[in-house]
């Protein structure tokens, strides 16, 4: 089953690859992809003014095998 996630916050700067407090948020699971955007675009314009504040979204399969990290 797929599952789609809202992720992101802060960051130490506008490269985005470092969150403050070192773990990106976790919003979700949602069951379809409206769903997941409509809470990215409510924290996307929360947080609008913010430049080192982002969020996308991850689709996730819990029935796929994991990725590879080699």
Do not use: H
């Amino acid at each position: 089953m797929t599952q789609f996630f809202v992720v992101g916050g802060e960051y130490a700067d506008s490269s985005f690859c470092e969150a403050v407090g070192g773990d990106e948020e976790w919003i979700g699971p949602f069951s379809n992809y409206e769903s997941a955007q409509k809470e990215w675009s409510r924290r996307a314009w929360l947080t609008v003014d913010d430049c080192t504040t982002r969020f996308r979204i991850e689709r996730v399969d819990a029935d796929a095998p994991p990725p590879c990290t080699d």
